[in-house]
T-cell receptor, first 114, second 112 residues
Framework: AAGVIQSPRHLIKEKRETATLKCYPIPRHDTVYWYQQGPGQDPQFLISFYEKMQSDKGSIPDRFSAQQFSDYHSELNMSSLELGDSALYFC?????????????FGQGTRLTVV | AQTVTQSQPEMSVQEAETVTLSCTYDTSESNYYLFWYKQPPSRQMILVIRQEAYKQQNATENRFSVNFQKAAKSFSLKISDSQLGDTAMYFCALGGNEKLTFGTGTRLTIIP
């Protein structure tokens, strides 16, 4: 079965650079979530989209932005990167209307800021 | 605000034994879902089991089962006949049809 695809899997950036993370949800899933997991921490919700519209917002810095495109893939744009942005970034998708409430996670993008 | 508490940072158990991971939560919602996710060393987040709050029957998935006590807001995970591949971080999560709120996790080690 198709899963959530995230790219790239690993990313190394320098401070003050920009990064773009991509997420391709499971086909027919209409909701995408982004989470940030720092070292030794639990995942923290950043932002979500339902049918290409932002549906909820968590502790996402103003330096970050995200959107969901017409093909339902989503991108998380991160600017002016800081050392503290180093983390594992997960994308998850679900289909509350038809598939149930559970979110299925991608394998994550490991971002290292140096 | 929703909160999830896992009070056992680490646990270890011998292979083939049974282990129970604890989780308590708080929410003002009347309809919600509870989940257990497994995160092995690969860091992949894998759904283990889910429970609908409106269902009294405890969910079961093969060797994994839950003890859902709604009044006490408790949601523990029991792993029977534990296997080496069960070694992972286990996160309890609250949500459903919206963002998930995670607990801080329990690191479970299965000892050969």
């Amino acid at each position: 079965a198709a899963g959530v695809i995230q790219s790239p899997r690993h990313l190394i950036k320098e401070k003050r650079e920009t990064a773009t993370l991509k997420c391709y949800p499971i086909p027919r899933h209409d909701t995408v979530y982004w989470y940030q997991q720092g070292p030794g921490q639990d995942p923290q919700f950043l932002i979500s989209f339902y049918e290409k519209m932002q549906s909820d917002k968590g502790s996402i810095p103003d330096r970050f932005s995200a959107q969901q495109f017409s093909d339902y893939h989503s991108e998380l744009n991160m600017s002016s990167l800081e050392l503290g942005d180093s983390a594992l970034y997960f994308c998850a998708s679900s289909s509350p209307g038809t598939g149930g409430p559970e979110a299925f996670f991608g394998q994550g993008t490991r971002l290292t800021v140096v | 605000a929703q909160t999830v508490t896992q009070s056992q940072p680490e646990m270890s158990v011998q292979e083939a034994e049974t282990v129970t991971l604890s989780c308590t939560y708080d929410t003002s919602e009347s309809n919600y879902y509870l989940f257990w996710y497994k995160q092995p060393p690969s860091r992949q987040m894998i759904l283990v089991i889910r429970q609908e709050a409106y269902k009294q029957q405890n969910a079961t998935e093969n060797r994994f089962s839950v003890n859902f006590q709604k009044a006490a807001k408790s949601f523990s995970l029991k792993i029977s006949d534990s296997q080496l591949g069960d070694t992972a971080m286990y996160f309890c999560a609250l949500g459903g049809n919206e963002k998930l709120t995670f607990g801080t996790g329990t690191r479970l080690t299965i000892i050969p």
